[in-house]
Nanobody, 122 residues
Framework: QVQLVESGGGLVQPGGSLRLSCAAS????????MRWYRQVPGKERELVGS????????NYVDSVKGRFTISRDNAKNTAFLQMEKLSPEDTALYLC???????????????WGQGTQVTVSS
């Protein structure tokens, strides 16, 4: 059974930090790129950033560059999102996504977690 379980969210003051985790099971984690998204009610889901399957490369949306860092531990089947200098605009439900393009079938394979809420407020 495929599972992605996010954890680490919560309430933090502006300027604070949080580290989110995404624990994967039921599939070969090291074959998948990992992405973090965030969702605010009434707005489109936003891709925050991604990391390649080997962890060698990361990309981020401009609004979090220099503040957020994505990493992964393939031995522990876990991805991380380290968030620094948080602002109220970062308040959202944060979801992790495992993504792989299947060459033979030319289809995408995607798994999603349920998300963890991050609230930045004084």
């Amino acid at each position: 059974q495929v599972q992605l379980v996010e954890s680490g969210g919560g309430l933090v003051q502006p300027g604070g930090s949080l580290r989110l985790s995404c624990a994967a099971s039921g599939f070969t984690f090291s074959n998948y790129a990992m992405r973090w998204y965030r969702q605010v009610p009434g707005k489109e889901r936003e891709l925050v950033g991604s990391i390649t399957k080997d962890g060698g490369s990361t990309n981020y949306v401009d609004s979090v560059k220099g503040r957020f860092t994505i990493s992964r531990d393939n031995a522990k089947n876990t991805a991380f999102l380290q968030m620094e200098k948080l602002s109220p605009e970062d308040t959202a439900l944060y979801l992790c996504n495992a993504h792989r393009y299947l060459m033979l079938s030319k289809k995408n394979s995607d798994f999603w977690g349920q998300g963890t809420q991050v609230t930045v407020s004084s």
